[in-house]
Nanobody, 122 residues
Framework: QVQFVESGGGFVQPGGFLRLSCVASGLTFSSYYMSWVRQAPGKGPELVSAINNVGNSTKYADSVKGRITISRDNAKNTLYLQRNSLKPEDTALYYC???????????????WGQGTQVTVSS
């Protein structure tokens, strides 16, 4: 069974730093493109970032560009999202999601984690 477990979220003041982690199991992790998707209160899901299976190609949504990095450690079956200078508009539930297609900005996902909450507020 495919399973993703996100962690690293929490409450942080504007300008702060967070690194989210997603530990995968039940799949050959290195075979899949992965994504971070977020959903803010009252809004639909938004693709934040994507990374190819090898980890040498990344994409970021225009809304989050700047001081953000997606990365992966295939030896540890782990996906990361690092964000500096957090802003209140970053507040959302962040999901680790596997892409069904090998495309960086596709919006099809077949497996999701339960999400980790990020709240940015003073």
């Amino acid at each position: 069974q495919v399973q993703f477990v996100e962690s690293g979220g929490g409450f942080v003041q504007p300008g702060g730093f967070l690194r989210l982690s997603c530990v995968a199991s039940g799949l050959t992790f290195s075979s899949y493109y992965m994504s971070w998707v977020r959903q803010a209160p009252g809004k639909g899901p938004e693709l934040v970032s994507a990374i190819n299976n090898v980890g040498n190609s990344t994409k970021y949504a225009d809304s989050v560009k700047g001081r953000i990095t997606i990365s992966r450690d295939n030896a540890k079956n782990t996906l990361y999202l690092q964000r500096n200078s957090l802003k209140p508009e970053d507040t959302a539930l962040y999901y680790c999601a596997r892409k069904t297609r090998a495309a960086m900005l596709s919006h099809e996902y077949d497996y999701w984690g339960q999400g980790t909450q990020v709240t940015v507020s003073s």
